[in-house]
């Protein structure tokens, strides 16, 4: 309240603005007060982009922490924009809109709401981890090739021996794993198991369908469509793949990270066996609740078989849950640096073989191993741990590739300032789409795409260096792939040549990325701690 003065009265006319005493433990945003439960709530306010930076924040006294987490809750409800959380790692976050906003947050903090010294760390920046996709060259003898079984893949298996786990993994087109991920609130709802019609009533209001489109079908269609955009082929060869496709569809167990991620388990072959083991098949449920197919209950799998095969397939069945628990693990954190995996597809084949049995044994000491706990702990804690190790390795081994955000930017500068502004973007790793001069006047407009990573004071820099001259505009677009390797070794006559053995070579982009990343999570870095051991002396020689 920016006014004069605070006036108490006992009611207010339309046009004015009044203050309520007693509502901050009802209100987080906003609310609508009415004296009547027939008046319609008004909707939230909605804003055109999230809060993209992102600090982790600490009291400089740790005996400060509940002053701390009192002002967080308090600048929370105050200002509509910011979002406070906690992570993974126990770290409140504070997300603001941009640099000027996380002052202006930061300096309320300590003056206003929470009154302590306070510690902020530099800017925490997401990434996501995939693979090198070399499905497009010609993609569906590829995926004949990697659903018929014959593609590479990784095992694992549990420490008793019982459960053998094959992984295998191929990259998602680019349109359907972008799909995925815009439609993560939809598909939430959706897998969530919420009607029909509320669901139509939430993404009408979101403004994602049209208001007599049915959400379901509209995804299911626009999912046929990402396929097809990818794939540019002759007419019959796209029959064959939007066909195929169409059939994988049917095949969706789950999708990850937390169930609504932009990363696919499909169900494993039925057909496939190994000697003594049952698969663990999983079931299609993701594409149940998107209309693709129907799970059929009807289960006739146990008619011939003897009590124990039946007990095995039970015990198979009640692993479904761990196959799962290690997919959504291991896809929340990817192998480079921990970060969610992105636009990648699994399949699990997880095979459990019956107990070992020694024939001398008595009945007595095999009903006392049956009553005791195994030595490796709890079986479904080894299947959920050989899963999430056999999707780690097997990203590791088909080129992994860091994934990261990027904000599209516009800039205006006069004509004698586009050399500056032009070395600015190249420190910054931007990507320059276009440059056109507006007419009339002397400014030019330059389109780039800048890493956000590389966009923490580029707003200030550039100003510094036209002396005040351009101006940026950044909006949150995509997510890109470093083409890099992280793990580039020179191998080629032509590499060799130009890299020498690599020993001397410096990190690339990617590399420095994820080892940044990895210090700021405490992972551990391959990196040298002595550099040139004949240069640093500790010694003095004094004569």
């Known amino acids: 309240m920016m006014g004069q003065g605070l006036k108490p009265v006992p009611y207010a006319k339309a046009g004015n603005i009044v203050a309520i005493r007693g509502l901050g433990q009802h209100i987080l945003k906003s609310a609508t007060l009415s004296s009547t439960l027939n008046s319609w709530p008004f909707s939230s306010m909605v804003f055109q982009v999230a809060p993209t930076l992102k600090v982790a924040i600490e009291p400089s006294d740790p005996a400060d922490m509940g002053a701390l987490m009192k002002g967080l809750r308090l600048l929370n409800r105050a200002d509509p924009f910011v979002e406070v959380t906690v992570s993974a790692r126990g770290e409140h976050v504070l997300a603001a809109a941009g640099e000027v906003h996380l002052e202006r947050c930061v300096k309320d903090l300590k003056e206003r709401f929470a009154k302590v010294a306070l510690e902020v760390s530099p800017p925490l920046v997401s990434y996501k981890e995939t693979i090198e996709g070399d499905i497009t060259t010609n993609p569906l003898e590829n995926l004949k090739l990697f659903f018929g079984g014959n593609s590479e893949y990784v095992e694992k298996t549990t420490q008793n021996g019982r459960c053998v786990v094959r992984v295998h993994v191929f990259k998602l087109p680019t349109p359907l794993t972008k799909l995925l991920d815009e439609s993560s609130e939809l598909l939430g709802d959706i897998i969530g198991g919420k009607s029909g019609q509320a669901l139509k009533s939430l993404e009408t209001s979101r403004g994602s369908i049209v208001e007599d489109e049915n959400p379901i079908e509209a995804l299911k269609k626009r999912m046929m469509d990402a396929i097809e955009s990818e794939f540019s082929s002759s007419d019959t060869e796209s029959e064959k793949l939007r066909t195929f496709w169409k059939d994988l569809f049917k095949r969706i167990w789950a999708l990850g990270p937390r169930q609504v991620g932009p990363n ?3 169900t494993p072959d039925s057909g496939k066996s190994v000697e003594a083991s049952v698969l663990i098949k999983g079931s299609p449920y993701v594409s149940d609740k998107l209309g693709f197919c129907n799970i059929d209950n009807n289960n006739n799998n146990g008619l011939n078989e003897s009590s124990d095969e039946t007990l095995l397939r039970e015990e198979a069945e009640s692993l479904e849950s761990s196959v799962l628990s290690g997919f959504q693990v291991a896809t929340s954190a990817g192998p480079l640096c921990d970060e969610p995996m992105w636009g990648l597809a699994f399949i699990v084949e997880a095979f459990v073989s019956p107990p070992p049995t020694d024939d001398n044994s008595s009945t007595t000491t095999a009903t006392h191993h049956h ?20 999707c780690r390795t097997a990203v590791l081994q088909r080129k992994p590739r860091l994934v990261e955000a990027m904000y599209f930017c516009e800039l205006n500068t006069p004509t004698e300032y586009l050399g500056s502004m032009y070395a600015v973007l ?25 890493p956000v990573a590389e966009s923490f004071g580029f707003p200030d820099e550039l100003r510094r260096w036209t002396s005040g001259a351009a101006s940026a505009l950044l909006v949150l677009s995509h997510w890109e792939t470093l083409l890099e390797d992280p793990f580039f070794v020179p191998r080629t006559e032509e590499e060799i040549e130009e890299h020498g053995d690599g020993s001397s070579m410096l990190q690339n982009t990617s590399r420095k990325l994820i080892d940044a990343v990895r210090r700021r999570k405490g992972l551990p870095v391959e990196e040298k701690v002595v550099q040139h051991a004949t240069k640093q002396r500790t010694l003095a020689r004094k004569v």
């Open 264 to 266: 696919i388990l499909f």
């Open 371 to 390: 009553h005791h706990p195994e030595q490796y702990g709890v079986f479904t804690g080894q299947v959920m741990t050989a899963v999430k190790e056999a």
């Open 426 to 450: 190249a420190r910054r790793r931007a990507r320059v789409l276009k440059e056109e001069m507006q007419e009339g006047s002397p400014l030019f407009t330059v389109h780039a795409y800048v």
